[in-house]
C-alpha cells in the first residue's frame, strides 16, 4: 500500500444530536429519546475517514479555545491526524451543528464560530503542507475565499484537489476550473451547473469532474459514457456523515492510484459502513472493515 498523505482544510465542529420519534412543528415541544455530543464538522469528519484508513491525514482548521475544542483535538489526535496546523483562537467559540435525527434521517444546523476564522492568509501559512500532499480535500463550512486560495496553492504544487460542495453556494468558475474532482449530490449537481454560464464544451468538461452522490440509489459519473455504481444494502442507523465517509474514501482510494470506477465503488463501501453506526466518525470504518465487507459483496 502507498502511504498517502492527504491534508484537509475545513470545519470542525461539536455535533450536538438529539434523538426523537417525532419532530415537532413550530411552536411545539416533543419528548426526545436521547442526547449526545459527537465530534463532527464537515473537514474533520472527512479527515478522520481517510485517517481510519490508514491515510497519512493533516487537519487544518480553527477552533474556540474554549473546551468543545480542547475536546475536539484529543479526539482528531486520537483518531492519528497530524491536528499541529489547527490553530485555538480566543475570540470566536468553536463550531457546532445542532442535529435533530428522526425516523432514520436529520435535520441540521450548523454554527461556524471558529471555522470562519481559517483565512485566506490562515490558508497560504500552510502553503508547505499543502505541497507536500497527494490529495488537498476541501469542503464548503470555511469562508470561500479560503477555499479559493487553497485550490490556487493545490494547483501551483500540481496536487489533487477534490471539493465536496456543501453546503451548496454559487461558485467561481475559476474555482471549479482548479478542482480534479467535484463531489456534489444530485441538488448541488444541479444548483453548480445553473448558477454559471457555460459553453458547451466546459459544461461537458466540468461533468466530467463530477462524481455525483444519489444517496441509497448510488453513484453516477460521466467518462466518455455515463456510469452508475449502485448503493450496497445495509441496516441504516444514522446518515450524518455518509457523505462525509464518502469523500473521505474517496480520496483514500485515487491517493492510492485506484481508477475512477474502482474509487468510486470504494467509497460506496466506505459510505454504507458508516450509517450502520451513530454519529459522523464513530461509524467511520478501518480498511480492513472495507476490504471484509467488499468480499461479502462479491468485490476484490
Known sequence: MKNS????????NMDLVTSTNRVPILGETVMGEAFHTIPGGKGANQ???AARLGAETTMIGCVGNDLFGQDLLKHLKSQGINVANVKPVTHSSTGIASITLSNGDNQIIVIPGANYQVTPDVVASFEEVIATSDILLLQLEIPLESVEKAAELAVK???KVILNPAPIQPLPKGLLEKVNYLTPNEYEQQLLFDSIEWTVEERQEMLKKCIITRGSKGITFYQDEKVEIPSFKVDVVDTTGAGDS?????AYSISQGASLEDACRFATAVAALSVTKLGAQSGMPTLEEVQAFLQTQGEE
Open 246 to 250: 464518502f469523500n473521505g474514501g474517496f
Open 157 to 159: 504544487h500540481q496536487v
Open 5 to 12: 498523505k492527504i491534508t484537509v482544510i475545513g470545519s470542525i
Open 47 to 49: 479527515a478522520v475517514a
